[in-house]
């Protein structure tokens, strides 16, 4: 489970890495494929945590319908931890 601010990175979105080929710009969140963000609310009873992106320029056309500004419910299983690479 994950705690409150453990910092991942979105690696599916909504179980697939496939964006549906009918789905509007404002609704597509597999764009955000690769972000990262802080979990800031723990799993609800929908296997979602709240997670808000770090990259809010990748949000701006997309709908964000929660208080918490640039942040959206995410599957708990759709992210993995952040891994920072060190760059040699």
Same mark, same amino acid.
């Given at each position: 489970?994950?705690?409150?601010? *453990? ?8 179980? *697939?890495?496939? *964006?549906?080929?009918?789905c509007d710009k404002s609704e597509n969140y597999w ?57 040699y």
């Open positions: 489970m994950l705690e409150i601010g *453990t910092r991942v990175k979105l690696n599916k979105f909504n179980g *697939t890495i496939d *964006t549906p080929k009918d764009s955000l494929i690769g972000e990262s963000g802080i979990v800031i609310q723990p799993k609800n009873s929908c296997s979602r945590v709240l997670i808000q992106f770090e990259n809010i320029e990748k949000l701006k056309n997309l709908h964000c319908h929660n208080e918490v500004e640039s942040s959206l419910w995410i599957l708990e299983s759709d992210v993995e931890l952040y891994q920072e690479h060190n760059k």
